[in-house]
Nanobody, 127 residues
Framework: QVQLVESGGGLVQAGDSLRLSCAVSGRNLGNYAMGWFRQAPGKEREFVGTFFWTNGRIDYADSNEGRFTISRDSAKNTLLLQMNALKPDDTAVYYC????????????????????WGQGTQVTVSS
C-alpha cells in the first residue's frame, strides 16, 4: 500500500507561483512512477508530469509550456510540483498518483494506469 497526501494549493493571481507537495508513505517506491494530474470542473483528469522514482527520469505534458517543474525531496520522501507563471486555465484540483509503470509504453501519461491516488489539492488562479 502507498499513501499519498497533497498540500500547497490555494488561491493565487495570474503570473504567481505555487509549489505543491505530495507526501509519500507506505511501501518502497523503487520501480514506481509518480504522476501529477489535474482536473478542472467538467473536464477529464489531465496529465501534468511524471517522476520515475528509481532513476529520477521526468516527463512533462507539452501543455505545461515549460512552466512546471517536478522534483523529489528524498529526505522527506516527498514529490514536489513547482508551478510558475500561473494562468487562470491552470485552475483545477491537482492530484499525485503512484503506479508500477514503465517509461517505454507511455502508459504513465494516463490516469487509469495508476494504482494509488491522493485526495487532491485545489489550485485557483484569478485573472
Amino acid at each position: 500500500q502507498v499513501q499519498l497526501v497533497e498540500s500547497g494549493g490555494g488561491l493565487v493571481q495570474a503570473g504567481d507561483s505555487l509549489r505543491l507537495s505530495c507526501a509519500v508513505s507506505g511501501r518502497n517506491l523503487g520501480n514506481y512512477a509518480m504522476g501529477w494530474f489535474r482536473q478542472a470542473p467538467g473536464k477529464e483528469r489531465e496529465f501534468v508530469g511524471t517522476f520515475f522514482w528509481t532513476n529520477g527520469r521526468i516527463d512533462y505534458a507539452d501543455s505545461n509550456e515549460g512552466r512546471f517543474t517536478i522534483s523529489r525531496d528524498s529526505a522527506k520522501n516527498t514529490l514536489l510540483l513547482q508551478m510558475n507563471a500561473l494562468k487562470p486555465d491552470d485552475t483545477a484540483v491537482y492530484y499525485c498518483a503512484a503506479g508500477a509503470l514503465g517509461y517505454s509504453t507511455k502508459s504513465y501519461q494516463y490516469a487509469n494506469g495508476y494504482s494509488y491516488w491522493g485526495q487532491g489539492t485545489q489550485v485557483t488562479v484569478s485573472s
